[in-house]
């Protein structure tokens, strides 16, 4: 018999489905003090959580024989994936099961600001006043809906957008624009476009680069009376840069089911009369709970049966299955991926992983792990290393894998070229003594750098000066330069800049004015 531990409440679907099994032993634990389940989750082959229960050190410690964690959810983010991959726990969420209330809930939101159906139905049922001409409200129909992020939930909102004969534009740089024109969806690859339409939802993941993706610059090149919508994701739009443009009208008004930080009870915005604000309801319909639950309850029975991993978020590093030697191979090579997406941005149409020496004999893993960070900037907690094979076939990425018994130079060394539609980039690394990852060249030019921080790949004719100039460019705008690499081929130089801040606008621009500059990319890992 194998045992699964509820931790959390999930609809009664999910608990019948678990009582259903003649294998598996259910104990629904949600209304049991969470210091007093610590005491029971030991015994448990799998446990099922949502965001009551903290799966960090404190559970970890009394994991037992736990060798699976299924989020009834999304959000991981009460959940240590590093933690629980040294434990040899797989973590899996249930990341679709509630697309359509999520794409719901935002059309909600938009239909909302511009009807204002809370302000209409408050004042006649609280105030007990009928004044109609307080409530003039616009039509959907005409006005441009920019859509940012074209993914399982932004293209279902551009598909009932149409319906409701709105003008409808997609902006999704990870995508390919026949995913919008296909469904009858202008498509543009400039964010600028985006911010003239009438009315701008978001739909991303929540990574460095979407963070403050919208801040005061993009809103001061937005129409005035622009309407805003995020029901993805808290901190897409900048707050502070929001309640500012709110405040002034440039923005007329603003739906949100989701905040920087939550609970948002004490949030500013929530004093502002032009802003719609829901709970994070996005996943809070009767059927895409029911869905949550039996999803969840699905992948709590096949991994406790060990048939599969549905969604897993991780792999399970243990030592008794992967030389220890592999490891920091694994590591080091979706760092390569995730720093190649970032310098190389763009729809990704093939990459290929080149391993020598001992690593060799493992190149399938090399592989995955290098698509996981590569395909982590579009897509964020929805790329696994179970999906990434599969999300790579679907999305037609050419995918190559070269193994080769000897390096050279290295022990072991692996290569990865990132091809995209706008140019390619080939990174190197290595993994020295003691455990220490290293990028070894970047695009044939050598370096010896440490994988980590916010980093300028600053590439300039190899003449005087130059230095010396990036120098004075950092020092005017205040950025500690805490490394500076070097390598020159053929007349030509690039520098490997590593910063303490971030790098502002203004700088970049200084830097791509000097006049030996062949171009830069900012990285951030």
Not at 59 to 77: E, M, N, P, T, W
Not at 143 to 166: D, Q, T
Not at 340 to 349: E, H, L, S
Not at 413 to 436: A, C, K, M, P, Y
Request: charged share 20%.
């Amino acid at each position: 018999m194998y045992k699964v531990i509820v931790c959390d409440h999930i609809h009664q679907s999910g608990l019948d489905l678990l009582n259903a099994q003649s294998d598996i032993e259910m104990q629904n634990l949600a209304a049991m003090p969470k210091n007093e389940l610590l005491n029971h989750i030991s015994e448990a082959d799998v446990v099922i959580t949502r965001s009551s229960t903290d799966v960090y050190e404190q559970f970890l410690q009394h994991s037992g024989k736990i060798k699976a964690v299924v989020r009834a959810g999304v959000g991981v983010d009460n959940v240590d994936i590093d933690g629980c991959s040294r434990k040899g726990i797989v973590v899996m969420n249930v990341p679709t099961a509630n697309t359509i209330a999520a794409v719901e809930l935002t059309m909600a939101h938009m239909i909302n600001a511009v009807r204002h159906f809370p302000g209409a139905n408050a004042q006649l049922k609280n105030d007990r006043k009928w004044k109609r001409e307080d409530w003039y409200g616009i039509e959907l129909k005409g006005k441009k809906l920019g859509i940012i992020g074209f993914g399982n939930i932004g293209s279902r909102v551009g598909v009932r957008a149409k319906a409701f004969e709105m003008e409808v534009l997609a902006y999704d740089p990870y995508i390919l624009p026949t995913k919008a024109t296909d469904v009858g969806i202008a498509y543009t690859s400039s964010l600028k476009d985006i911010l003239e339409c009438d009315i701008i939802t978001i739909h991303t993941p929540k990574n460095a680069e979407t963070k403050n993706m919208i801040t005061s610059k993009e809103i001061a090149q937005m129409k005035d009376g622009v309407i805003l919508i995020n029901c993805a994701r808290g901190g897409l739009y900048n707050e502070n840069d929001l309640y500012e443009g709110l405040q002034s009208k440039k923005i007329a008004w603003a739906g949100l089911d989701v905040f920087d930080k939550e609970p948002a009870i004490d949030n500013r915005l929530l004093d502002l009369p032009n802003v719609y604000v829901t709970p994070h309801i996005g996943a809070n319909t009767l059927e895409s709970q029911e869905q949550i639950a039996i999803q969840a309850a699905q992948a709590a029975i096949e991994s406790a049966r060990g048939s599969s991993y549905p969604n897993a978020l991780n792999l399970p590093i243990k030592e008794s299955e992967l030389p220890s030697m592999l490891k920091p191979y694994l590591e080091l090579t979706q760092k390569l991926g995730f720093l190649a997406a970032q310098a190389n941005k763009g729809v990704i149409t093939s990459m290929h992983i080149e391993a020598e020496g001992e690593i060799s004999a493992y190149g399938d893993s090399l592989t995955t792990f290098a698509l996981v960070g590569a395909l982590n900037m579009s897509l964020g907690d929805k790329i696994n290393y179970v999906n990434a094979q599969f999300i790579a076939k679907e999305r037609g990425i050419d995918v190559k894998t070269t193994l080769k018994q000897v390096n050279e130079t290295y022990k072991n060394q692996v290569h990865l070229t990132l091809i995209t539609q706008n140019e390619h980039i080939t990174l190197s690394g290595s993994v020295f003594e003691d455990r220490h990852l290293r990028i070894t060249s970047i695009n044939n030019f050598c370096f010896d750098i440490e994988p980590k921080g916010k980093m300028i790949f600053f590439r300039n004719t190899d003449v005087p000066g130059v230095i010396g100039s990036v120098g004075n460019i950092m020092a005017n705008h205040s950025i500690n330069i805490a490394d500076f690499r070097l390598a020159r081929q053929n007349k030509e130089a690039m520098a490997v800049i590593v910063v303490d801040e971030d790098v502002p606008t203004e700088a970049l621009k200084a830097l791509e004015q000097i006049p030996a500059c062949l171009g830069l990319k900012v990285v951030n890992l």
